[in-house]
């Protein structure tokens, strides 16, 4: 005779498969099992163990599911709670985290605010070859997780073909256990190619197979691939020469899911290096059709552009700053040290602060005066790697966390725009996460008892997106801000594959929410917990980036 547990995610959905007949048991609490019940019900529960009786285990000699250890003696047992990998409710602790996934959290749509998809991939609703095309290149996670397994450049960026790059990736993947790679590479494969397999050299071939096969129908064009997600609105990442073609031929192509530009002029504010710098002026001066001779032209020329990716329904900006600076400077300092930059002779160390300082600052009233939300990605300490950086160049996986010290500047920053009234709605990700509580308290210091959530403490980003970073981006807002106004997740990603991150994010923020419950830190009105995590996971974004 045949005992098995078929599967149970706790003890209010136990499956039983006996006598080859499935039976269900329900059991539903211990205390609503009598002692007669106990001797009659093939399972009962003891002190957090499911137990089966004496009985049934004389009976068992067929053998039992080979998942679950058996102990031969009177009774065996084994721990509630044990779950297969990856199923539906993965992440989610206890009943309440389940209710609050799958009822409130789950079928939301996605709003991606932040994302460096290519606007032109979405545009020519793009079809990859095979799943080292659409998985592997350009993912630097992928990259460093590669080369710390000793594998060579060649398979990595270099020039092996595509499926023993793969090969190598797939070689490496068991090696990534607990390193957030490992849950999204099977939670993509799982979402996007309902592949169940857990990748390995062995399983490497099939894998390819089913999925580059699967990549060649019209379900995984690019365009699919976002939709089929739930995506109601995705913001890229653009440069203000941008002209925004695709972004045009996206629209008028009719595609639903909105694809709006976002702002990010970072290369305006990149006088590090005079002749790039140079270059990227005479760009946009052709670009805007503003003659770029001094320092306002400099202006007028950005906020031509910033017309531009207004009419083409932009709503961010965003700012990637190794650290919050702040240096005093006056109007005619900066007209020379333009004028300087511009003339091909490098700034010192001082001069291109002020700079910073006075552009970043005009930027952002430019942003208030747009009546967009600004963003600023704090912290990264990048290119680290100078041999590799000369052959490879950037963002190839040799970037890492700072440790800048910024409260006094990001105080200093943000008080001259709000003292000129012209502080727009805010976000900033932190990168190193000893800053966490240092960003919460900070951004608290500028909220102005008119826009609900105005001072963003931003998801958690990068290195920091994973689960012990995203409790802890959660607990330090938490602990210091407003939950309940927080705009939630983006996925920040070049990949086609990364939506199931928001589906990440939101079973670990039912999960911290359901915790509370379980503790009676909370009280068990999960109408109201749901309404807040819905808010979280959709509302909040949608009201606070006006995207109504
Ligand atoms: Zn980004």
Redesign the pocket.
């Known amino acids: 005779m045949w005992i098995g547990i078929k599967y149970f995610k706790n003890v209010e959905h136990i499956k039983l498969l006996t006598m080859g007949k499935f039976i269900s048991e329900v059991i539903k609490r211990k205390r609503f099992i009598s002692r007669r019940q106990l001797a009659k019900e093939t399972l009962t529960l003891v002190g957090g163990l499911i137990v089966i009786p004496e009985v049934f285990m004389k009976k068992k000699e067929a053998g039992i599911n080979q998942d679950i250890p058996i102990e031969r003696n009177k009774t065996f047992a084994f721990q509630i709670g044990k779950k297969t990998f990856l199923n539906d409710d993965f992440l989610l602790e206890s009943k309440t985290a389940e209710i609050l996934f799958h009822e409130h959290a789950e079928a939301l749509p996605i709003i991606d605010y932040?994302?460096?998809l290519p606007p032109n991939e979405i545009s020519s609703n793009k079809q990859f070859q095979n799943l080292t095309q659409i998985w592997l290149a350009g993912d630097h996670y992928k990259m460093r997780a590669m080369r710390a397994n000793g594998v060579e450049e060649k398979y990595i960026t270099g020039n092996a073909d595509d499926y023993s790059k793969f090969l190598k990736w797939a070689e490496t993947v068991p090696y990534t256990l607990r390193n957030p790679l490992f849950h999204w590479t099977h939670l993509e494969l799982k979402r996007y190619f309902g592949i169940d397999t857990i990748l390995n050299s062995t399983t490497a071939k099939e894998v390819y197979e089913i999925a580059s096969s699967l990549l060649q129908t019209e379900k995984f064009r690019t365009q699919n691939l976002i939709k089929d997600k739930n995506v109601e609105i995705v913001c890229t990442?653009d440069d203000p020469i941008d002209k925004l073609q695709y972004h045009q031929e996206i629209i008028s192509q009719g595609y639903p899911v909105k694809v709006l530009p976002a702002w990010r002029p970072d290369k305006a504010l990149a006088v590090e290096n005079p002749e790039n710098f140079n270059k990227y002026v005479d760009n946009l001066s052709e670009v805007s059709d503003v003659n770029i001779s001094g320092y306002q032209d400099l202006i007028d020329a950005l906020t031509r552009r910033q017309d531009f990716f207004k009419s083409m329904g932009c709503k961010l900006s965003?700012h990637?700053l190794e650290s919050f600076l702040f240096e005093e400077y006056s109007d005619l300092e900066i007209n020379r040290i333009f004028s300087k930059i511009r003339s091909h002779r490098k700034l010192s160390f001082q001069e291109m602060q002020k700079f910073k300082t006075a552009l970043l600052l005009q930027l952002c009233e430019m942003n208030f005066q747009f009546g967009w939300t600004q963003q600023f990605?704090v912290g990264a300490l990048r290119n680290n790697n100078t041999r590799m950086f000369k052959s490879l160049g950037p963002d190839k996986g040799f970037d890492s966390m700072g440790d800048f010290e910024f409260a006094k500047s990001m105080a200093k920053f943000l008080d001259r725009l709000e003292q000129k009234q012209k502080l727009t709605k805010t976000i900033v990700y932190n990168l190193n996460p000893r800053d966490n509580d240092l960003i919460v308290t900070m951004l608290g210091n500028f909220n102005d008892g008119v826009i609900p959530g105005k001072m963003q403490y931003g998801s958690a980003?990068?290195f920091l997106d994973q689960k012990d970073g995203i409790e802890k981006q959660l607990n330090a807002l938490s602990n210091h801000g407003l939950l309940g106004r927080f705009i939630g997740m983006l996925t920040?990603s070049r990949s086609f594959l990364s939506y199931p991150r928001h589906e990440y994010f939101r079973r670990i923020l039912c999960n911290l929410i359901a915790n509370d419950v379980e503790k009676g830190e909370l009280p068990t009105d999960l109408k109201w917990l749901g309404k807040i995590i819905e808010d979280i996971c959709y509302y909040n974004a949608k009201s606070y980036l006006n995207f109504q």
């Open positions: 932040h994302c460096h990442t965003d990637g990605h980003w990068w920040d």
